[in-house]
């Protein structure tokens, strides 16, 4: 079974920092492009970042562009997406999701970043 | 960027209707576009992807349709798993962007 676990979420102070990763299983890691996306409390669904395979070809939103990287470790089947400069703003549960055929697959179940003083 | 902007934001409706929601995206997109849905507390699920390909395992009353601008999802008869928020995604360019999103309520 394709999986996606995400860790690292947690209560932030504004200008902090955090590093949140994603380990993947069932599935050959390495082949796949994976997109980070987040939903703020009661709202939509919006796109952070993605990384492809090689992680040669990465984009970012612009509301993120200059405060998170995205990174990944084919070796480790691991995905990351260091945060920082957070704001309220980027309160949000935060997903990882692998990309196949254009449309998001398969989620994670999410991991909490609440940035508060 | 592409906006995409889906309607109704909500409907209402009972088991056993048929529910069309649309999505329209401000410049064209080909069949880039992708259908999710969302229940409370979990993950996004897909459903459709390249406008009218249905993922696999999704029930067959789901479908998709449309090219360029304009696109549906239609739900031919409401089951009561299906009450939950439905949400666009166009994957033609970056930024990725998603619809609204349209919550399917019970009557």
């Known amino acids: 079974e394709m999986q996606l676990l995400e860790s690292g979420g947690g209560l932030v102070k504004p200008g902090g920092s955090l590093r949140l990763s994603c380990t993947a299983s069932?599935?050959?890691?390495?082949?796949?492009?994976f997109n980070w996306v987040r939903q703020a409390p009661g709202k939509g669904l919006e796109w952070v970042s993605s990384?492809?395979?090689?992680?040669?070809?990465?984009n970012y939103a612009d509301s993120v562009r200059g405060r998170f990287t995205v990174s990944r470790d084919n070796a480790r089947n691991s995905l990351f997406l260091q945060m920082n400069s957070l704001r309220a703003e980027d309160t949000a549960m935060y997903y990882c999701a692998k990309e196949d055929y254009y449309n998001m697959d398969v989620w994670g179940q999410g991991t909490t970043v609440t940035v508060s003083s | 960027d592409i906006q995409m902007t889906q309607s109704p934001s909500s409907v209402s409706a009972s088991v056993g209707d048929r529910v069309t929601i649309t999505c329209r995206a401000s410049q064209g997109i080909s069949r880039w576009l992708a259908w999710y849905q969302q229940k409370p507390g979990k993950a996004p699920k897909v459903l459709i992807y390249?406008?009218?390909t249905l993922q696999r395992g999704v029930p067959s009353r789901f479908s998709g349709s449309g090219s360029g601008t304009d696109f549906s999802l239609t739900i031919s008869s409401l089951q009561p798993e299906d009450f939950a928020t439905y949400y666009c995604q166009q994957a033609n360019s970056f930024p990725i962007t998603f619809g609204g999103g349209t919550k399917v309520e019970i009557k």
């Open positions: 069932g599935f050959s890691f390495s082949d796949y492009t």
């Open positions: 390249g406008a009218s």
């Open positions: 990384i492809n395979s090689r992680s040669n070809f990465i």
